[in-house]
């Protein structure tokens, strides 16, 4: 499990790859990986990856086919938002998150006000129900609060904090982002259809 705060921006360096998918060497940049034991899992971009090897202050992860076909940012070189799994005695500053992306969404609008960045982005419609106007959403693996929702598409502030400690400030219209539903929104649903259905 993860909270969203991304912790820091790593970089993938390189890419290997393997019989299937790739082996991806990340460059852990601000993130103290000193506790990092191999078998740990530590989000890139919002999916959840275990740690293969350690060399410095890199580490590698293996990708599958699977998840390199149902998210984006893990196919080449590049920043990515890092954060480690939580410990059961940590704050949780966003909201849970389990690492595992729901859908890729795509940037409509990303407009200046003020020093803030108004972010909207439509969801895949299989997800948007379980999008609430005020409730939360991972995007990149950033924990982010919705200001409104019309239909597929939502919106979303960004404060200077967070332009400035991850990759959303690098977002533009028309890129591709990874998305997480909020899991409470996942098991009502769930629950309610079970009713619904027993």
Excluded: W
């Amino acid at each position: 499990m993860f909270s969203g705060i991304v912790a820091a921006v790593g970089r993938i360096t390189q890419l290997t790859p393997r019989e299937v998918g790739y082996r991806l060497h990340v460059d852990a940049g601000k993130l103290a990986i000193a506790d990092v034991a191999l078998g740990d899992s530590i989000a890139h971009n919002g999916v959840c990856l275990t740690v293969v090897a350690k060399e410095g202050n890199s580490f590698m992860v293996d990708v599958s086919p699977e998840t390199l076909s149902c998210t984006v940012g893990l196919d080449a070189p590049g920043p990515v938002n890092l954060e480690k799994a939580l410990r059961l005695n940590d704050v949780i500053g966003g909201h849970l998150v389990s690492g595992h992306v729901d859908g890729v969404g795509e940037v409509l609008r990303f407009d200046a006000v003020g020093d803030n960045r108004l972010l909207e982005i439509r969801a895949p419609k299989e997800i948007a129900k379980f999008i609430a106007r005020k409730g939360s959403i991972v995007v990149n693996g950033t924990s982010l609060t919705t200001n409104d929702v019309n239909g597929t598409d939502f919106t979303i502030n960004l404060i200077p904090h967070t332009l400035e400690n991850t990759t959303l400030h690098l977002l533009a219209p028309g890129a591709k982002v990874n998305l997480e539903v909020d899991l409470i929104a996942r098991y009502c649903e769930r629950l309610l259809s079970a009713e619904r259905e027993g």
